[in-house]
């Protein structure tokens, strides 16, 4: 390339954002967010007298992400800037303004995956025990726990459950093509709420809706969010309660208790085993064999 024709970094970095929008269509908050990264690097760049993309080595880049690492960033935030450096130097690769792709081997930090929050055993106890069971509305909600906690699903598939879904003799619950054992516990909530608890519930709505609302109708998820937050200040509990917790918790305390990671996985419905794996660190027969030895509430 001949020197006479090099064009100033920040022009290029112009053209990058330009191709972003006009190629790319990429949002305008995406093109802020790769144009505020790259000037950090085009200003890093002038501080060492380096004008045009094709004078960048490899050497200055990883010396660029020493930099970056050094100024006390959240890993997060050093990775998307690599991100955007990589998006630049393919670009200007593919547009054969440089010999070479000198980030190829530029790697961004691990980012360590923060550990979901979990109830303890013997706050998922004392969570499950606050429903009263004298009325129909805390006899549902009792049944609502049991479940979520028993099988780990995601509360919108909770609220969306039909009364054909769950077999009592076999303990066992079909959700979005899962059949995902329960244990005596769950069964337990499951029978004194569907002995008459649902049809009070129900009044003169028709349907087979499995958790109705106090109304008859299908339950919201902020609908649940508000009960879930109500029993969880009630049993004394001073962690953020959110409709994941108790999913979270499931898993947890299935991997802690020795389940294979396998079919732990399945019953969350993960598509990755990766997902999963969070678990280990907190601490179909086989699956309901393994199930019976692991769950604390089998």
Not at 52 to 75: H, T, V
Request: proline fraction near 3%; glycine fraction near 6%; charged fraction near 30%.
């Amino acid at each position: 390339m001949d020197p006479q024709e090099d064009i100033r970094l920040d022009e290029q970095l112009d053209a990058f954002i330009t191709y972003l929008t006009d190629e790319k269509k990429m949002s305008e908050n995406t093109r802020l967010s790769y144009r505020r990264d790259l000037d950090k690097l085009e200003e890093y760049c002038r501080a060492m007298a380096i004008t045009d993309a094709s004078q960048i080595s490899e050497n200055n880049l990883q010396s660029y992400l020493l930099y970056l690492e050094a100024g006390s960033l959240k890993p997060a935030t050093v990775s998307r800037s690599v991100a955007s450096i990589h998006a630049f130097f393919r670009y200007m690769y593919t547009e054969h303004q440089i010999e070479e792709d000198v980030s190829e081997n530029l790697q961004a930090p691990k980012i360590e995956r923060k550990l979901p929050e979990i109830l303890t055993e013997e706050e998922v106890e004392r969570l499950l025990e606050q429903p009263s069971d004298l009325e129909a509305k805390g006899i549902r909600d009792r049944a609502m726990l049991e479940l979520l906690y028993a099988t780990g699903i995601r509360v919108s598939e909770l609220i969306s459950l039909r009364t054909e879904d769950v077999d009592l003799r076999k303990n066992l619950l079909t959700c979005c093509g899962r059949v995902i054992p329960f244990g005596e516990h769950a069964n337990a909530a499951l029978a004194r709420y569907l002995s008459g608890a649902r049809e009070e519930l129900m009044k003169d709505h028709e349907g087979e809706i499995l958790f109705p609302s106090c109304l008859g109708e299908p339950m919201s998820r902020q609908g649940f969010w508000k009960l879930l937050k109500s029993y969880g200040k009630a049993a004394g509990i001073e962690k953020e309660i959110t409709p994941h917790t108790l999913r979270h918790s499931f898993a947890a305390h299935l991997m802690a208790g020795g389940a294979d990671i396998r079919s732990v996985s399945r019953m969350l419905g993960h598509s990755d085993i990766s997902t999963t794996k969070v678990y280990a660190q907190l601490g179909g027969n086989r699956t309901r064999r393994m199930y019976s030895e692991a769950h604390p509430r089998a």
